[in-house]
């Protein structure tokens, strides 16, 4: 039987977070087959001993390269390549940036997570949000190698065997989209395998999820885009879009599948149209370890920002209860936005659900959601707001009808329309009851924000405090002033909310949870970055925010008695943990770009 008082906390502490000598790494190939599989690979980094036991020697130049001068290397010539592609559009280095990036990750990934994870800030939009955008808008002519896993229409009733194609033995982390939303790009059909990658390489870089245990996948169930179906190039399954019971019946197969193989893996559903969003989160979150970004992820990182807001406002948090909000776009993202803030309004006002909706206003394509609209999208029922309580405003008011009767404290922006805080909109921000407004462009990539930073800050005024999805330079305020630029982005919670609740071995993913990764990352920042409209850590941080994050999801889960413990650490040892200590073991599991021994296992 286990007994409570078995381990002393530093016996504990040394079970668990023993230095290791780097473990040696072990592969079932041998000579040129590990020169090309970047898992692998290390270039000119084989050491001769090495070289001899895999039978490499001869198949590289004699000279040893060491990993920091293969690494200077890369750089220099990514330098290199941002000097001659100066002068060019955007759009031009923005992919050749991309394609010397990639071309590292289909070679040696240790040293392309190395680049990732050192230079993060700058590498973040060239693999993420937002040149990944372009990248699935081009994919077909940027496509070279296959990476990750393809389930078509075409794949029913094989998928159980096809799961077993992948060569690692273990996966732990799933990103899977059906490429239906791809940002606010719309239907890229299979082109949107790019958010599942990019998605991915943020856990490597983020999470420290081993790179051999990830996998990307896309479900390709057709699609509606008619200019891919006509383009003879197109990758995909070239038909409309699987509906219905068929469509289900292609997911359900999947995730069965991917059950059988590997029980304890994470599936993080990515960039599905809105009804297919909400609908397989119904069917699945009870039933497997799954979440949907979207919806939780943004949820999480949209309510951090909105009560660091009321800190900026130098107001007491309990505010936030008080605090009026537009929401623009009644999507999924917008949708789980208002769901988890509502949450937080009634909990922490002691009000119901029903109340604490009544400081929130949302619009979405057809103007304000009021209880007249018909065919209103279920999930968006509870939110539409009774006209008797809106003083005058009418069904469909325009946003900037909305912001001029409300003077909102927040405007947020979830529309996937670029621009639609219009110079009006913004000006009628100026009226607002908050003497520091925010203004959230959430929308992605760049060219679909609902604004740019420095509109925002030319229009709105300059003491406002300013989010968006995708990354903008600080502004300039002359006389060296700055307006501080946040990117409110679910990068910032999905990576530790996969992280902790893989460690954390639950077989579902909670509220609670969720909760847990949105509160550490609100309380993240210190009271003198929050004054100044600072929301978020820097991204150079990422790695320490998800280790608290994945932490915080760790806690929650056993707090709620549903970690079942992860590898060697049961659920026992979970629930000894102290706080520090339980940072401290997601630190330790967090892999690390370093070449370790290869060792030949037959
Ligand atoms: N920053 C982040 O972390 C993050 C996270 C998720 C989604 N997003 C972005 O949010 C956007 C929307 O995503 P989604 O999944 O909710 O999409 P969606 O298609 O489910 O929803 C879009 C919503 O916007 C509304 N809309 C469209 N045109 C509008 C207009 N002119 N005015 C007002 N509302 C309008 C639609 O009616 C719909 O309700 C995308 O651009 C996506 O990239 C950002
Ligand atoms: O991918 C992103 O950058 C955020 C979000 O998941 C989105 O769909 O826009
Ligand atoms: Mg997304």
């Not at 001993?49 to 040893?64: F, K, S, V």
């Not at 955007?90 to 050749?96: A, E, I, P």
């Not at 209860?321 to 789980?336: E, Y």
């Amino acid at each position: 039987m286990w007994k409570l008082t078995r381990f002393s906390a530093s016996s504990l502490r040394s079970r668990l977070f023993s230095t290791a000598i780097p473990a040696p790494c072990m592969v079932h190939k041998r000579g040129a087959d590990i020169l090309h599989d970047p898992w692998f690979n290390k270039d000119t980094g084989f050491p001769l001993t090495e070289r001899d036991r895999l039978g490499l020697r001869g198949l590289l130049p004699p000279r040893i390269i060491s990993f920091q001068d293969q690494y200077d290397r890369f750089m220099n010539s990514y330098r290199s390549l941002e000097k001659n592609t100066h002068g060019q559009s955007d759009k031009v280095v923005s992919l050749s940036k991309w394609r010397i990036l990639n071309r590292l990750h289909d070679r040696n990934e240790t040293l392309y997570y190395r680049a990732l994870i050192d230079n993060i800030k700058e590498f973040a939009p060239i693999i993420y949000t937002p040149t990944v955008g372009l990248v699935c808008q081009n994919y077909c002519g940027l496509f070279r190698r296959p990476r990750g896993m393809y389930f078509s229409a075409k794949d029913k009733g094989e998928m159980m065997s096809m799961i077993y194609n992948w060569p690692a033995p273990q996966v732990d982390m799933i990103v899977l989209t059906d490429g239906s939303r791809i940002l606010g790009l719309g239907d890229l059909g299979v082109q949107g395998i790019g958010i599942p990658i990019g998605k991915l390489d943020m856990y490597v870089a983020a999470a420290g999820i081993n790179p051999q245990k990830i996998l990307p996948v896309m479900l390709d169930v057709g699609t509606n885009n008619q200019k891919l179906l006509d383009d003879r190039l197109y990758l995909g399954v070239r038909q409309p879009r699987l509906e219905g019971e068929e469509y289900l019946a292609i997911v359900d197969e999947f995730m069965e599948a991917v059950h059988a193989r590997w029980p304890k893996a994470i599936v993080q559903f990515e960039d599905f149209q809105m009804k297919w969003a909400f609908e397989t989160l119904k069917r699945y979150r009870q039933r497997f370890c799954m979440f949907n970004d979207d919806i939780q992820g943004t949820a999480g990182v949209a309510l951090a920002g909105l009560l660091g807001t009321v800190r900026a406002q130098g107001r007491p948090l309990s505010d936030f209860v008080k605090q009026k909000i537009v929401i623009v776009g009644a999507g999924s993202a917008g949708l789980g936005v208002l769901n988890m803030a509502v949450q937080a309004v009634s909990r922490m006002s002691g009000c119901s659900q029903t109340e604490a909706k009544s400081q929130f206003y949302l619009i979405d394509k057809d103007g304000l959601i009021t209880t007249e609209r018909s065919n209103l999208d279920p999930a968006a029922v509870p939110f539409a707001r009774n006209p008797r309580d809106l003083e005058g405003l009418a069904e469909g008011a325009s946003i900037i009808e909305v912001v001029k009767k409300v003077k909102p404290h927040v405007l947020l922006g979830l529309s996937g329309v670029g621009g639609v805080f219009n110079e009006q909109v913004l000006k009628a921000m100026r009226e607002s009851v908050s003497t520091k407004p925010a203004i959230f462009a959430m929308s992605n990539p760049t060219m679909n924000a609902e604004c740019t930073a420095i509109d925002a800050f030319n229009h709105a005024g300059e003491s406002i405090v300013f989010a968006s999805g995708s990354p903008f330079e600080n502004v300039d305020l002359g006389n060296g002033r700055v307006g501080y630029v946040n990117q409110a982005n679910n990068m910032y919670l999905f990576p530790g909310i996969g992280l902790g609740s893989l460690l954390s071995g639950a077989r579902h993913i909670t509220d609670g949870m969720l909760q847990a990764a949105s509160e550490c990352l609100a309380s993240y920042m210190t009271e003198e970055d929050i004054k100044k409209g600072i929301l978020y850590p820097c991204i150079d941080s990422i790695r320490n925010v998800t280790a608290d994050v994945g932490a915080a999801v760790l806690r929650a889960a056993v707090a709620e008695g549903l970690a079942e413990g992860h590898g060697v650490v049961g659920s026992k040892e979970l629930e000894h943990m102290s706080k520090d200590d339980t940072v401290e073991y997601v630190r330790r599991n967090m892999w690390y770009p370093e070449y370790s021994p290869l060792v030949h296992e037959k």
